[in-house]
């Protein structure tokens, strides 16, 4: 069983802030996924990374894969409170390319 | 496009009570996933489909839970004799096969068994 595992569980910043949340694995996984999922909404795809060593940025927002594709980063520059919501990382079952494990979730607050 | 639709957002119910959830995906997606969050945790797998064919159920889904795709378009996800267990966020999500594949994920129905 693939598992995902993503530090810190509950993150409480103030506005224009930095942070880094984390997702890691002892499985490698062949792309993962980053969401975002806000109070009583569905997650929301924001990036997918797929070879190792990987950049990505999404304006304020610069995800990595780590070389050995067994995690992945997502750092967030000068936070804002639109920012607030629990961020998940996913990523396909070796078993079933078709499905996704999702980690255990980072909860983020940015208050003013 | 509207995007996916669940309905209803909300349910309460009883103990040994019956519920089924509908899921309207974009119209163009041939696969449909449903998956179950619970506070705190992360979404996890429960089934699929391409087109009307359920390709995979996971362990999590016991006899109580069944799942269709009628006409390869909606689907809906039956729970029968529901336990406090059930509550949760129940989740659709749709995507169109290929190669980088996208899911688009639904509002959820949130079920509360009494």
């Known amino acids: 069983t693939q598992l995902l595992e993503q530090s810190p569980q509950f993150l409480s910043i103030q506005e224009g802030e930095n942070l880094t949340v984390y997702c890691n694995s002892s499985?490698?996984?062949?792309?993962l996924q980053w969401y975002r999922q806000e109070p009583g909404e569905g997650p929301v795809l924001l990036v997918t990374v797929v070879t190792g060593g990987e950049v990505k940025k999404l304006k304020r927002l610069t995800f990595q894969f780590g070389d050995a594709r067994k995690d992945s980063s997502l750092h967030i520059t000068a936070a804002q409170p639109g920012d607030t919501g629990l961020y998940l990382c996913?990523?396909?079952?070796?078993?079933?390319?078709?499905?996704?494990?999702f980690g255990t979730g980072t909860r983020l607050q940015v208050t003013l | 496009d509207t995007g996916v639709s669940q309905n209803p957002r909300h349910k309460i119910t009883k103990r040994g009570q019956n519920v089924t959830f509908r899921c309207d995906p974009i119209?163009?997606?041939?696969?449909l996933y449903w998956y179950r969050q619970t506070l705190g945790q992360g979404p996890e797998f429960l089934t699929y489909?391409?087109?009307?064919?359920?390709?995979?159920k996971s362990r999590l889904l016991s006899d109580r839970f069944s799942a269709e795709r009628p006409k390869g378009s909606f689907s809906t996800l039956e729970i029968q004799r529901t336990e406090q267990g059930d509550s949760a966020m129940y989740l659709c999500?749709?995507?169109?096969?290929?190669?980088?594949?996208?899911?688009?994920f639904g509002s959820g129905t949130q079920l509360s068994v009494l």
């Open positions: 999500a749709s995507s169109l096969l290929g190669l980088r594949e996208k899911l688009f």
């Open positions: 499985s490698v996984f062949s792309s």
């Open positions: 996913a990523g396909p079952n070796t078993g079933t390319a078709s499905k996704l494990t």
């Open positions: 489909f391409q087109n009307e064919a359920q390709l995979e």
């Open positions: 119209s163009e997606h041939n696969r």
